[in-house]
T-cell receptor, first 115, second 115 residues
Framework: KAGVTQTPRYLIKTRGQQVTLSCSPI?????VSWYQQTPGQGLQFLFE???????NKGNFPGRFSGRQFSNSRSEMNVSTLELGDSALYLC??????????????FGPGTRLTVT | AQKITQTQPGMFVQEKEAVTLDCTYD???????LFWYKQPSSGEMIFLIY??????QNATEGRYSLNFQKARKSANLVISASQLGDSAMYFC????????????FGQGTELSVKP
């Protein structure tokens, strides 16, 4: 069974630009969550999608948005990039979101550098 | 609010020895899940072990075991017979009952295994 895939793996953008990152969950998984990892702030939850609906959202500005498609693939978009958006963006998938015991499996991440 | 604390920024262990990575948590939820993830330098988060708040026995997965002390709100990871490939960042994380897929992470512990 293929794991979570994220594309692209590396990205360099300029301040003010926008970027779209993609995540394909494990086959059969319907929940996708996104996390931002930086040396200063650690791992922070961005948002979660289940059945094409945003179920939960972290404390990030509106420049960060996402969506999920009917095949459970998800994209996140960051508009008007700032230097502080440089980070590793991790996507995680799980079968469902109903229980604290549901395991989440992470992809390899997309490393975004904003110059 | 939920919080995870990992007080050991870095640790060293001799190959083939056991090591304990500390994790304490704070939550007002009665139902929650505790997770440990390993993050090698490549960036991918690898799921290691899970412990539910109502589980009476400590979780074990191969060389990994979780020392769960509910009254002390601690969930320490024990790695037995350390291997060179265990060198990585280790993150403790928690998910509450009404948090959906949102994981709260600690700051991580960097483990170095010496030959």
């Amino acid at each position: 069974k293929a794991g979570v895939t994220q594309t692209p793996r590396y990205l360099i953008k300029t301040r003010g630009q926008q970027v779209t990152l993609s995540c394909s969950p494990i086959s059969g998984h319907r929940s996708v969550s996104w996390y931002q990892q930086t040396p200063g702030q650690g791992l922070q939850f961005l948002f979660e999608y289940f059945s094409e609906t945003q179920r939960n959202k972290g404390n990030f500005p509106g420049r960060f948005s996402g969506r999920q498609f009917s095949n459970s693939r998800s994209e996140m978009n960051v508009s008007t990039l700032e230097l502080g958006d440089s980070a590793l963006y991790l996507c995680a998938s799980s079968l469902t979101v109903a229980s604290p015991s549901v395991e989440q499996y992470f992809g390899p991440g997309t490393r975004l550098t904003v110059t | 609010a939920q919080k995870i604390t990992q007080t050991q920024p870095g640790m060293f262990v001799q190959e083939k020895e056991a090591v304990t990575l500390d994790c304490t948590y704070d939550t007002s939820d009665q139902s929650y899940g505790l997770f440990w993830y390993k993050q090698p330098s490549s960036g991918e988060m690898i799921f290691l072990i899970y412990q539910g708040s109502y589980d009476e026995q400590n979780a074990t997965e191969g060389r990994y075991s979780l020392n769960f002390q509910k009254a002390r709100k601690s969930a320490n990871l024990v790695i037995s017979a350390s291997q060179l490939g265990d060198s990585a960042m280790y993150f403790c994380a928690m998910k509450g009952r009404d948090q959906g897929g949102k994981l709260i992470f600690g700051q991580g512990t960097e483990l170095s295994v010496k030959p």
